[in-house]
Nanobody, 115 residues
Framework: QVQLVESGGGLVQAGGSLRLSCAAS????????MGWYRQAPGKQRELVAS???????NYGDSVKGRFTISRDNANNTVYLQMDSLKPEDTAAYYC?????????WGQGTQVTVSS
């Protein structure tokens, strides 16, 4: 079992920055990939960014060049640095961890970007 707890969401003006954190506990040694997804009202959940245990990253097209994912293996935490935020980035952001073929999710944290 893996537990994921997000923090760092909030309200920010367009052009601003936020950093999200996701702390993992439980069977953390087995987490192969960690990432962030987001879901806006009326839309499907979409990939924001992911990172493997080896540090390889993958980003959604809409956030490339603006968001950066990083992973602190010693503290079992993954971060999402979000810069140049846009109103269309407004969504609930969910931390994700993949163990073998099983996906784990955090409870989500709201990010709201005002214009």
């Amino acid at each position: 079992q893996v537990q994921l707890v997000e923090s760092g969401g909030g309200l920010v003006q367009a052009g601003g920055s936020l950093r999200l954190s996701c702390a993992a506990s439980g069977s953390i040694f087995s987490i192969r990939i960690m990432g962030w997804y987001r879901q806006a009202p009326g839309k499907q959940r979409e990939l924001v960014a992911s990172i493997t245990t080896g540090g390889s990253t993958n980003y959604g097209d809409s956030v490339k060049g603006r968001f950066t994912i990083s992973r602190d293996n010693a503290n079992n935490t993954v971060y999402l640095q979000m810069d140049s935020l846009k109103p269309e980035d407004t969504a609930a952001y969910y931390c994700n961890g993949i163990v073998s073929t099983k996906w784990y999710w955090g409870q989500g944290t709201q990010v709201t970007v005002s214009s």
